[in-house]
């Protein structure tokens, strides 16, 4: 065993425990053995309580929670990849190594920090105010984790032992409000920022929250505007008859409205403060803003919940836009089988992390707005833009060629046109007030 | 008839949606980079409320029924609905003559659209027959008219009044709306029609239904909320120093716009009741509301010797004889009244134009005199007027004495009207509230009396006294055309008076018994109904 | 089974979360060490003795995008049941032909629909060039 109190952090020699954990067969041999362990457990629960277990998965109470319980473990899981693997894109883009220790590859890095967290000491400044400085993590927290309620993972599933005609949808919640659910969860979301920038009682996060929240509001604006656009071509709030309707029909909504695909995108971004909208959390201005005082466990709920952000976000623009778990050679609607529902899963999640590692790789390579060029390209850019596609789509809407993919293109690339030609005329598009400064006359100082 | 229906009610509404469009083309026009497009924003204005008049009067001819007794979502396009609409319009076009030159440039654009939905809020007040529709189209009143205070002039004084004016008015509305909130729950539905009225009757006939206090707290807080608008006694705080922040022009806007709204929805309100207002508990708030307005009014105008100020505290006054007639309301003795002289209502109607006319009069004057530069306010601004500019010392003389009441003038005309309908309702009233309504009528005339005092000092300071330094008028002549109007409209009425007396006549018609309600069998009588009246529009 | 309904699902999802949370933040209260001092306890300021209190008066302009924001998703809002209807209105089949025909046979007829979102929607955008115009999308 390494001496713990007399470490020597020069001292190169690995031990024992260095050697083992990176050691590729040990890692890739420990993760078999879990996965091994959890098949036979499942075969037993599944040979011994098979009833129990058939009755539970054949109703739409016991399906939700098993799916509840799956998505969150889901989540998590993804979530600490997605660390790592950002890490590694970084690394890659900034032709460095990343994180190499904690097993090969870095691959226990993620779990090394989050018993890190754990671990770390529970702390709220003296001048905080305590309930709101506990509560913000958790509001953000818990408001990035529920969203996924209404996301139709797989469509309907009909179990072998289940009556004719009978199923169960692969949804934790089968809403009739739907998209709107996710709008208000999201929207619940600012609360957690801006009480953390307010509890906190240091300048900093109090600038973070503001900033956050006058961020996180004004781009609500045009989602709120993009989401019109699909529900109106739709006809629907129920996310799981979008996603059907694209895939009955095999078009993906992004080739109708790719316009309002992107700007959705550029949203999503803008709500989960991903770069290139992260000035909420500035580190040359702000040292991290809102959570500047936040540690340990608290601190990790606010990441935790901005990726958990990322990944219903794309779960929301996959099931709006890219055809949910559909994919044209593979199970449609009406195949309800056990097995076509777990491939439409692995397909939802594999376009899910496809979609994170966009964000990765954006977050690598587009550099920060600044606060004036954020708001005004939520409001002068992304909400005419909305304005001009809801009327565009509903004019679509009113001689009935909303799934008509070339009229859509047209429309959006009218659209399109209209915007880029104003932006063309208007000054300074983006520069702002830079181009304006006066020239600053250099006089020699008088000593010199 | 499906599409009948649609084309009445979109129809019906073209002089709203008139001024509603002028007003936003006249609000983009503010941002325009030009100064002569700027300048255009008046005459626009203008020249929408008289296409506005045109429609409404000329509509038939175009195959637009906008008068039509045609009934859709709420709205009733009643006699009601036509005098409301025709006195918005052409006090409309008075106001705008008045406040031609009034807010600084750049703010021009703001304040004629927010003239005009101020209007169209008006008109729409007239026919709405539905809860919800009264309470936007009061708020769609109120709401402009506190920004016009704010903007009307440059410095502090506008905007501690347009904040108080907003602070007050949201609160009276939020009272209004509690109050509606309980009518629609006596009623079960938010429509103003003859099943509303049945049970709010049977409500209060019967004290032990549990009703009954519902219907009467309803009641009490609808019309107590509505007194705000037109600022009678317990909700008349803020009028002195609204008046005196406002620009004068905007004062004279105030004292109609706001008052005429309020009149026509506590009649709304209290025709819920059947005109239940010589007995019980409404008549005694209406007697107290009303004699504590004309005696507090008058008592606080006797001391100003700002005549802004002194004008808001006789609005009081006024707005407590309006009280009067509402009181007397439009049934005699269980029958409708057979002339103005018995329709207290109907007196009331006119009695708001003319008050409202030569109101605005007497502000257009104050707002077109300068002195030093300044805008012209107190008793010494105006004092000596007759000798360098007697037409402008006459109107404010025909303004005075009209707001006096004195005879032939058309104020005369209308304050008898109202106390000769309270008389005739105290002749069929129960014996203990007979005896009240002529102490009321007692009272209102000795007030009558004591306002004179303080007219009459206005009137003497402009007629009789000399000044060093009398105020300058503008060289802008559209105000003084405005103003010129104003009292060429109130010799029309006063020595013909008949005209508007009819308009107010019929428009107290329906009042009796609220409109039917929105029913889609009726709509081919209806129809029928329109095609009629089609021959003969509203005024 | 009892016929549960869909929100119920909901709860036990958010009651899930919370559970999650509650223990996340139990566990690190009870594992991580304790120690406190004036200087821990003090506000971060980047290792600069702190000035003052934080929570003081700040930009004008976020109550601004505060007060647009409110008009603006309100307005959308609206825009929101008539998105999710005008479509099934034009339905040729089905209880959504039936419910398209009972309400134009009431005078709610597509155009109806078409003028009423149409004015609603000029309104909006007449009052966001008006905001536009006026400067207050200017935060440079």
């Known amino acids: ?42 075969v037993a629960v599944w040979m011994l309580w098979g009833d129990a277990v058939r009755a539970l998965l054949g109703s739409q109470l016991g399906l939700s929670i098993v799916i509840i319980a799956v998505t969150i473990g889901l989540m998590f899981s993804v979530i600490a990849t997605s660390i790592l693997f950002e890490r ?9 190594k990343g994180p190499n220790r904690g097993g090969f590859w870095g691959v226990i890095q993620p779990m090394a920090d989050g018993l890190k967290f754990l671990l770390k000491e529970e702390f709220t400044p003296a001048r905080a105010d305590r309930p709101l400085f506990i509560l913000a993590p958790c509001i953000a927290f818990i408001a990035a984790f529920i969203g996924f309620a209404i996301i139709p993972w797989a469509g309907e599933i009909h179990w072998p032992w289940m009556a004719e005609g009978e199923t169960v949808t692969t949804q934790v919640a089968s809403l009739d409000m739907g998209i709107l659910y996710i709008i208000a969860v999201g929207g619940f979301g600012v609360y957690g920022v801006v009480l953390a920038g307010w509890a906190s009682n240091n300048k900093y996060s109090f600038f973070g929250g503001m900033r956050a929240a006058a961020q996180m509001i004004s781009y609500e604006v045009p989602m709120g505007l993009v989401l019109v656009v699909v529900l109106l071509a739709a006809g629907t709030l129920r996310p799981e008859l979008i996603v059907n309707q694209q895939a009955e029909t095999g078009i993906w909504n992004v080739f109708l409205h790719p316009l309002a695909f992107v700007l959705l995108t550029i949203c999503a971004f803008a709500e989960a403060n991903r770069t290139p909208f992260d000035l909420v959390e500035a580190e040359q201005e702000l040292v991290g803003g809102f959570h500047t005082e936040y540690s340990s466990m608290k601190f990790a709920m606010f990441f935790l919940g901005e990726y958990a952000h990322i990944i219903t976000g794309s779960a929301l623009i996959v099931a709006l836009f890219l055809g949910g778990w559909h994919v044209w050679f593979l199970p449609n609607v009406d195949d309800t089988v056990w097995w076509a529902a777990l491939i439409k899963f692995a397909v939802y999640w594999v376009k899910i992390i496809l979609f994170i590692v966009f964000y990765i790789v954006i977050r690598w390579t587009l550099p920060r707005f600044r606060f004036d060029q954020l708001m005004k390209l939520a409001w002068k850019g992304l909400i005419p833009m909305g304005l001009g596609l809801v009327v565009a789509t509903g004019v679509l809407v009113a001689l009935g060629w909303q799934r008509n993919v070339p009229a859509n293109l047209i429309a959006n690339a009218i659209v399109l046109g209209i915007s880029l030609w104003y932006a063309s005329r208007s000054p300074s598009p983006v520069t702002g007030r830079q181009d304006n400064l006066p020239e600053i006359e250099v006089r020699p100082s008088a000593t010199t | 008839m499906p599409s009948a229906a649609f084309a009445i009610s979109i129809t019906s509404l073209v002089p709203e949606l008139i001024l509603a469009a002028v007003g936003c083309v006249v609000l983009l026009m503010t941002q325009a980079k030009s100064g002569s497009v700027r300048r255009a924003v008046p005459g626009i204005t203008l020249s929408g409320i008289v296409l506005a008049i045109l429609i409404l009067r000329f509509g038939h001819l175009l195959g637009i029924s906008v008068g039509a007794d045609s009934i859709n979502g709420g709205l009733v396009f009643d006699g009601l609905a036509g005098f409301v609409r025709v006195s918005a319009l052409i006090l409309g076009v008075l106001i705008v003559l008045v406040s031609w030159v009034q807010p600084a440039d750049e703010e021009r654009g703001e304040f004629f659209s927010m003239m005009l939905f101020s209007l169209a809020g008006l008109m729409l007040v007239g026919p709405s027959a539905d809860l919800i529709v009264l309470f936007l189209a009061l708020e769609l009143v109120s709401i402009p008219t506190y920004i016009m205070v704010a903007l009307s002039r440059p410095g502090p004084r506008p905007l501690e009044s347009a904040t108080k004016y907003f602070y007050l008015g949201a609160m009276a509305a939020a009272i209004t709306a509690f109050g509606f909130s309980y009518l629609y729950g006596v009623t079960g539905g938010a429509a103003l029609d003859a099943g509303a009225v049945d049970r709010i009757v049977d409500a209060l006939r019967d004290p032990d239904s549990p009703a009954h206090n519902l219907a009467t707290i309803g009641l009490l807080l609808s019309v107590v909320g509505l007194l705000f608008k037109i600022a009678a006694v317990p909700l008349h705080f803020y009028i002195a120093d609204v008046y005196q922040g406002a620009a004068s022009p905007v004062a004279g806007l105030l004292g109609f716009v706001p008052k005429l709204a309020g009149i026509v929805a506590i009649f709304k309100i209290i025709s819920l009741t059947g005109w239940a207002t010589t007995e019980g508990a409404l008549f005694w708030i209406l007697w ?114 009209t707001l006096m009441g004195m005879p032939p003038t ?15 309702a105290a002749e069929f009233a129960p014996a203990l509230y007979h005896d009240w309504i002529i102490a009321l009528v007692i009272i209102a005339v000795l007030n009558s009396a004591l306002a004179a005092a303080y007219y009459l000092r206005v009137i003497a300071a402009v007629l009789l006294f000399e000044s060093d330094e009398p105020a300058e008028p503008t060289p802008r002549e559209a105000p003084m055309i405005g103003a010129l109007l104003c009292g060429f409209l109130l010799l029309v009425f006063a020595f013909y008076p008949k005209p508007l007396m009819r308009l107010g006549r019929d428009a107290s018609d329906r009042l009796l018994v609220p409109p039917p309600t929105v029913q889609v069998e009726s709509t081919s009588a209806i129809v029928a109904e329109a095609t009629l009246l089609d021959e003969s529009p509203p005024f | 089974m009892p016929e549960v309904s869909d929100y119920s699902f909901v709860v036990i999802l958010i009651l899930a979360v919370m559970g999650i949370t509650a223990v996340i933040l139990l566990l690190t209260y009870l594992i991580g060490p304790k120690r406190t001092g004036a200087i821990k306890h003090s506000v971060y300021e980047s290792g600069v003795d702190p000035t003052g209190d934080a929570r003081r008066r700040f930009n004008v302009r976020f109550y601004l995008v505060a007060v647009l924001f409110l008009i603006f998703d309100v307005e959308i809002i609206f825009l929101y049941p008539w998105a999710v209807l005008f479509p099934r209105l034009k339905a040729t089949e089905g209880a959504d032909q039936q419910w398209a025909s009972d309400l134009a046979a009431n005078g709610f007829t597509p155009a109806f629909f078409i003028v009423g979102i149409g004015i609603f929607f000029a309104l909006l955008t007449i009052g966001f060039i008006y905001e536009w115009r006026k400067g207050v999308f200017r935060w440079d």
């Open chain 1, 88 to 96: 590694k894109i970084a690394a890659f883009i900034q032709d460095r």
């Open chain 2, 288 to 401: 107290i509301v009303a004699v504590l307005s004309m005696t507090i009014g008058n008592v606080l105008a006797l001391r100003q010797t700002n005549i802004k100020r002194m004008l808001a505290y006789s609005g009081i006054a006024h707005s407590g004889y309006m009280l009067v007639g509402i009181l007397a309301g439009p049934i005699v003795a269980g029958e409708r009244a057979e002339s103005i002289m018995g329709d207290g209502t109907a007196a009331v109607l006119y009695y708001v134009v003319i008050y409202g006319i030569a109101n605005l009069g007497a502000f257009a004057l104050l707002g077109l005199l300068r002195v030093r530069g300044r805008p012209c306010e107190t008793l010494r601004d105006v004092a000596g007027l007759l000798r360098y500019y007697p037409s402008i010392a006459l109107l404010m003389a025909l303004s005075m004495f």
């Open chain 2, 410 to 424: 058309p104020g005369f005309w209308g304050k008898l009207s109202i106390f000769g309908s309270a008389l005739a």
């Open chain 1, 1 to 42: 065993m390494p001496d713990i109190m007399n470490f020597d952090p020069n001292d190169k020699t690995p031990t024992i425990v260095d050697r083992l954990i990176r050691a590729p067969g040990v890692i890739i041999g420990v993760a078999v053995l879990l996965g091994v362990v959890l098949a036979v457990v499942l």
